[in-house]
């Protein structure tokens, strides 16, 4: 599956963005999905997941709260829905999935085997 990330740009602190990611090829509907991310000089983080039906979610404790993440499968799209936006949250954030039916939980990024561009978001203070 082929993954493609949309939606960063420029924001204040305290703003809001959307990011998306388009699959392309596979089956969607049968991959759990998640979002990383890696700031400058720091190592690519976890940020959020969501299962295969969009029945279950996980985020990091740091994003817990103000992110949503979120899916459509008639779409084959993930959504990454990000408010109240903090200088920390810059980075390039990655869309990413496990291979079809696999385990996704905990979501470690060892199991996420495809993986978008990245688009940058950019929080400015």
């Known amino acids: 599956v082929q993954l493609q990330a949309s939606g960063g740009g420029l924001v204040q602190a305290g703003g809001s963005l959307r990011l998306s990611c388009a699959a392309l090829?596979?089956?969607?509907?049968?991959?759990?999905m998640g979002w990383f991310r890696q700031a400058p000089g720091k190592e690519r983080e976890f940020v959020a997941a969501?299962?295969?039906?969009?029945?279950?979610?996980h985020y990091a404790d740091s994003v817990q709260g103000r992110f949503t993440i979120s899916r459509d499968n008639a779409k084959n799209a993930v959504y990454l829905q990000m408010n109240s936006l903090k200088s920390e949250d810059a980075a390039v954030y990655y869309c990413?999935?496990?291979?079809?039916?696999?385990?996704?939980?905990?979501?470690?990024?060892?199991?996420?085997?495809?993986w978008g561009q990245g688009t940058q978001v950019t929080v400015s203070s």
């Open positions: 090829g596979g089956t969607f509907s049968r991959h759990a």
């Open positions: 969501v299962s295969w039906s969009g029945g279950a979610t």
């Open positions: 990413a999935a496990p291979p079809q039916d696999a385990t996704w939980y905990p979501p470690v990024q060892q199991r996420f085997h495809y």
